[in-house]
C-alpha cells in the first residue's frame, strides 16, 4: 500500500489521506485548518493531480475532516463519496457551516482570495454522497483489483466509524476518530479484535495521561459541583463547546441532573450550530439508535438564545451557564467574546469540556496562570485572569493507553500515526517500539510518499 498524508501541516488540521491499494486510488477524509485561512488551510491535493480517484472516504463530520470535501469532489467529478448512514445526515448542514465560517473568515480578515466553494456547490454534489450501515461489508471494484469495506463504531460523535478494508490476503484498519467510553448520547467505540497487517491509528491524546480519579462519570460530577458553586457566588459559567456532539452531550448531561435535582436553579443560555443540530440528533435517535438524544432536553432545561449581541470585554452579569460554540475559543466566535468578558471577574469560570489544540486562544488560556494577562487579540481586550479556568476530562477521543492497548493485540506489520501534535506521535512511538519490536511505526511526514 502506498500512503501519502496530505494534510500540509501534520498535527490535528486539515486532515486527509492519500492510499493506494492496489490500482484504486482511495482518499480518506477532506478536512479544514480551523487555524487557517484560504486555500492553505485545506490538504494539499497536487499529489492527486492527474489521478483518477476511485473512492473517497469519510469517517465522520467534523470539519477537520470534511470541511473542504467539495473542493477534492470538484476537482474529481467523478469519484463516490462513501460514510456511515448516521454522517449522511449530517454531512450537508456541517458543509455548508463549512462554507459559512470560511465566509465570515474572508469578511472578518477583508481576503481578496475568493471562498473555496459555495452553497450550490454543496447542494448540486450531494447526490454522490451515500451512507453505508455499521457492519456492513460492501465492495468497491478498481480497474482490475477490488476492496472490501467495512464501519465500525467509533464512539467520538454521531456517525463516527472507524475503516476496515479488506484486499486480497491483506486488512488494513483505519481508527478515525476513536472514543471507547460511553458518552451520555453516544456508546462508546465497538471495534474488531485480532490481527490487522496494517493500521492508521489516531494519537489526539498521546501526551495526555488520564489522572486517578479522573473517570467520566467523575468528571461530570465535578463539572456539575464546580457549576453549582460558581452560581452559587453570584457568578456565570462558559462552557466552549464543540457543536457536533460535545454540545448535545452536555445538555443531556445537565438535563439528568436538573431532573435529579443536583443541578442549581439558574438560567442556561446556549447558542450556535450545535443548537440546530440537535434537530439532526433527534432525528438519527429516532430513525437509526444510534445516539441516544432528544431535543426535548432544550424544552426541559427552558434554554435561551445567548444574546445576539456580546461586547467585547463585558461580563453580562447573568448569573447564568452558557454553552457555546465554539469548544477552543476560536477568535471572533461568540465563546471567545464571552470569555474576553467573564475572565476578569473572579466570580466567573471558564470550563473547557473537550480538546484544545495549545496553538489556540482555549488552549493558550489553559496554559496561562492564575494572574497573568491575557490578551483576546482579535477582541482588542487584554485582562487580568481573575475567573476560574477549569479542565474537565470529557474528550471525545479515547486515552491513549487505550488506543496502544488495541495496537498492540492487533499485532499489525506497520502502523501509521496520524491525528496528533508531535509530542502525542512521540509517545506513541516510544511505547510502540517497547511493545512491538517487530511493527514498523511510520510517523509521516506531509507529502512524503510511503510504501506501507
Given at each position: 500500500?502506498?500512503?501519502?498524508?496530505?494534510?500540509?501541516?501534520?498535527?490535528?488540521?486539515?486532515?486527509?489521506h492519500?492510499?493506494?491499494?492496489?490500482?484504486l486510488?482511495?482518499?480518506?477524509?477532506?478536512?479544514?485548518?480551523?487555524?487557517?485561512?484560504?486555500?492553505?488551510?485545506?490538504?494539499?491535493?497536487?499529489?492527486?493531480?492527474?489521478?483518477?480517484?476511485?473512492?473517497?472516504?469519510?469517517?465522520?463530520?467534523?470539519?477537520?475532516h470534511?470541511?473542504?470535501?467539495?473542493?477534492?469532489?470538484?476537482?474529481?467529478?467523478?469519484?463516490?463519496?462513501?460514510?456511515?448512514?448516521?454522517?449522511?445526515?449530517?454531512?450537508?448542514?456541517?458543509?455548508?457551516?463549512?462554507?459559512?465560517?470560511?465566509?465570515?473568515?474572508?469578511?472578518?480578515?477583508?481576503?481578496?482570495?475568493?471562498?473555496l466553494?459555495t452553497?450550490?456547490?454543496?447542494?448540486?454534489?450531494?447526490?454522490?454522497?451515500?451512507?453505508?450501515?455499521?457492519?456492513?461489508?460492501?465492495?468497491?471494484?478498481?480497474?482490475?483489483?477490488?476492496?472490501?469495506?467495512?464501519?465500525?463504531?467509533?464512539?467520538?460523535?454521531?456517525?463516527?466509524?472507524?475503516?476496515?478494508?479488506?484486499?486480497?490476503?491483506?486488512?488494513?484498519?483505519?481508527?478515525?476518530?476513536?472514543?471507547?467510553?460511553?458518552?451520555?448520547?453516544?456508546?462508546?467505540?465497538?471495534?474488531?479484535?485480532?490481527?490487522?497487517?496494517?493500521?492508521?491509528?489516531?494519537?489526539?491524546?498521546?501526551?495526555?495521561?488520564?489522572?486517578?480519579?479522573?473517570?467520566?462519570?467523575?468528571?461530570?460530577a465535578?463539572?456539575?459541583?464546580?457549576?453549582?458553586?460558581?452560581?452559587?457566588?453570584?457568578?456565570?459559567?462558559?462552557?466552549?463547546?464543540?457543536?457536533?456532539?460535545?454540545?448535545?452531550?452536555?445538555?443531556?448531561?445537565?438535563?439528568?441532573?436538573?431532573?435529579?435535582?443536583?443541578?442549581?436553579?439558574?438560567?442556561?443560555?446556549?447558542?450556535?450550530?450545535?443548537?440546530?443540530?440537535?434537530?439532526?440528533?433527534?432525528?438519527?435517535?429516532?430513525?437509526?439508535?444510534?445516539?441516544?438524544?432528544?431535543?426535548?432536553?432544550?424544552?426541559?432545561?427552558?434554554?435561551?438564545?445567548?444574546?445576539?449581541?456580546?461586547?467585547?470585554?463585558?461580563?453580562?452579569?447573568?448569573?447564568?451557564?452558557?454553552?457555546?460554540?465554539?469548544?477552543m475559543?476560536?477568535?471572533?466566535?461568540?465563546?471567545?467574546?464571552?470569555?474576553?468578558?467573564?475572565?476578569?471577574h473572579?466570580?466567573?469560570?471558564?470550563?473547557?469540556?473537550?480538546?484544545?489544540?495549545?496553538?489556540?486562544?482555549?488552549?493558550?488560556?489553559?496554559?496561562?496562570?492564575?494572574?497573568?494577562?491575557?490578551?483576546?487579540?482579535?477582541?482588542?481586550?487584554?485582562?487580568?485572569?481573575?475567573?476560574?479556568?477549569?479542565?474537565?476530562?470529557?474528550?471525545?477521543h479515547?486515552?491513549?493507553?487505550?488506543?496502544?492497548?488495541?495496537?498492540?493485540?492487533?499485532?499489525?506489520?506497520?502502523?501509521?500515526?496520524?491525528?496528533?501534535?508531535?509530542?502525542?506521535?512521540?509517545?506513541?512511538?516510544?511505547?510502540?517500539?517497547?511493545?512491538?519490536?517487530?511493527?514498523?511505526?511510520?510517523?509521516?511526514?506531509?507529502?512524503?510518499?510511503?510504501?506501507?
Amino acid at each position: 500500500m502506498k500512503l501519502i498524508d496530505l494534510n500540509r501541516d501534520g498535527g490535528i488540521g486539515a486532515n486527509c489521506h492519500f492510499l493506494q491499494i492496489g490500482d484504486l486510488n482511495i482518499v480518506v477524509d477532506s478536512g479544514l485548518n480551523p487555524k487557517e485561512t484560504g486555500r492553505v488551510a485545506t490538504p494539499d491535493f497536487a499529489p492527486l493531480r492527474g489521478l483518477h480517484i476511485d473512492l473517497i472516504i469519510i469517517t465522520h463530520c467534523h470539519l477537520d475532516h470534511i470541511g473542504s470535501l467539495p473542493v477534492l469532489m470538484r476537482e474529481h467529478k467523478d469519484a463516490p463519496v462513501v460514510m456511515t448512514t448516521s454522517s449522511r445526515m449530517l454531512i450537508e448542514r456541517m458543509m455548508h457551516n463549512s462554507l459559512s465560517v470560511m465566509v465570515r473568515q474572508k469578511e472578518d480578515n477583508a481576503q481578496k482570495e475568493p471562498v473555496l466553494f459555495t452553497h450550490d456547490d454543496v447542494d448540486r454534489l450531494s447526490k454522490r454522497l451515500t451512507g453505508i450501515p455499521y457492519n456492513q461489508a460492501k465492495r468497491f471494484r478498481g480497474r482490475k483489483d477490488e476492496i472490501t469495506l467495512v464501519f465500525h463504531p467509533a464512539g467520538h460523535v454521531a456517525g463516527a466509524a472507524a475503516v476496515e478494508i479488506h484486499h486480497k490476503k491483506r486488512q488494513i484498519f483505519i481508527t478515525g476518530d476513536v472514543l471507547f467510553e460511553n458518552q451520555r448520547t453516544l456508546p462508546g467505540a465497538k471495534f474488531p479484535a485480532g490481527h490487522f497487517d496494517t493500521m492508521i491509528i489516531e494519537t489526539t491524546r498521546g501526551n495526555t495521561e488520564r489522572p486517578t480519579g479522573k473517570s467520566r462519570v467523575e468528571e461530570v460530577a465535578r463539572l456539575i459541583t464546580s457549576i453549582n458553586d460558581t452560581i452559587q457566588r453570584g457568578g456565570s459559567f462558559l462552557m466552549p463547546v464543540f457543536a457536533l456532539g460535545r454540545q448535545q452531550e452536555l445538555l443531556s448531561i445537565l438535563a439528568d441532573a436538573r431532573k435529579f435535582g443536583k443541578l442549581v436553579d439558574c438560567p442556561i443560555f446556549a447558542a450556535g450550530l450545535g443548537m440546530d443540530l440537535a434537530d439532526y440528533l433527534d432525528e438519527i435517535a429516532r430513525k437509526t439508535k444510534h445516539v441516544n438524544f432528544s431535543k426535548n432536553v432544550i424544552k426541559d432545561l427552558k434554554i435561551k438564545p445567548a444574546p445576539r449581541k456580546l461586547n467585547p470585554g463585558e461580563d453580562p452579569q447573568q448569573n447564568a451557564i452558557y454553552i457555546i460554540s465554539s469548544g477552543m475559543l476560536v477568535e471572533r466566535t461568540p465563546s471567545y467574546t464571552l470569555a474576553s468578558g467573564l475572565v476578569g471577574h473572579a466570580r466567573n469560570t471558564i470550563g473547557f469540556v473537550g480538546y484544545c489544540d495549545p496553538e489556540t486562544p482555549g488552549g493558550e488560556l489553559l496554559a496561562a496562570k492564575p494572574g497573568d494577562t491575557f490578551l483576546f487579540k482579535t477582541a482588542n481586550v487584554k485582562a487580568k485572569i481573575k475567573a476560574r479556568v477549569e479542565k474537565f476530562e470529557l474528550s471525545g477521543h479515547a486515552d491513549r493507553e487505550e488506543l496502544l492497548e488495541f495496537a498492540v493485540q492487533a499485532t499489525p506489520r506497520s502502523i501509521v500515526l496520524t491525528h496528533g501534535e508531535q509530542s502525542a506521535r512521540d509517545w506513541f512511538k516510544q511505547q510502540l517500539a517497547l511493545k512491538l519490536p517487530q511493527t514498523t511505526v511510520i510517523d509521516p511526514v506531509p507529502l512524503q510518499p510511503y510504501q506501507v
